[in-house]
């Protein structure tokens, strides 16, 4: 586990991770119309256009109150801080749009530990499971993948933090870890993972 404290650029999932879960993704796919257990994302990019730009503006007001209700996650707070005092760069990889992640971050008191810019968003980058949002922050950072960690809570978030070479962190405060084959480091929450670095 030393290995994680050797590492200066993070990237975190941020619904479900740096936040306690509060998406009903079941609840949003009945109310777009969706087919059930399908990812959100791709399902709309597989509509007409027309039809998914009307769903994706409903989809981002759905979101927004989600986001504005936000909690932190246990430790979120301590973590950021523990990483930011080393002097590590600290990055936002979300399937949710750049105003809710801003949203989030505010209501939960973790804006200040992310640059705007290091935010990035379903409109800035394809999102995951695609690594391009990470292969940009790492670009931005000039930091090499291998220096890198990503920090998530589902599948996608690994699938994207191994594509793009990075260290990958599964957060499951379950304990059941079904994704576990995908990451390096698997952990119940993150004030475990905080013990780590």
Not at 162 to 191: C, I, K, N, Q
Request: glycine share 6%; net charge negative; proline share 6%.
């Amino acid at each position: 586990m030393s290995r994680l404290a050797a590492h200066a650029h993070w990237v975190f999932d941020l619904d479900g991770t740096l936040t306690v879960a509060a998406h009903d993704f079941d609840a949003i796919r009945a109310e777009l119309a969706l087919p059930a257990g399908k990812p959100i994302l791709e399902s709309l990019a597989a509509l007409p256009p027309d039809e998914s730009a009307a769903l994706r503006e409903r989809l981002d007001e759905i979101e927004l109150v989600i986001a504005r209700d936000a909690c932190a996650a246990a430790g979120a707070a301590e973590l950021l801080a523990e990483l930011q005092s080393r002097g590590a760069r600290l990055g936002i990889l979300t399937r949710n749009s750049r105003r809710n992640a801003l949203a989030t971050l505010a209501a939960c008191g973790l804006v200040g530990f992310f640059h705007q810019d290091d935010v990035v968003d379903r409109d800035t980058a394809p999102p995951k499971p695609h690594p391009d949002g990470l292969l940009h922050l790492f670009a931005r950072w000039r930091a090499p993948a291998e220096r890198a960690v990503m920090v998530g809570d589902y599948l996608f978030d690994l699938q994207a933090g191994r594509s793009a070479g990075a260290v990958t962190v599964y957060v499951d405060p379950s304990g059941a870890f079904p994704f576990a084959e995908h990451a390096d480091v698997v952990v119940r929450d993150l004030e475990e993972l905080r013990g780590h670095v």
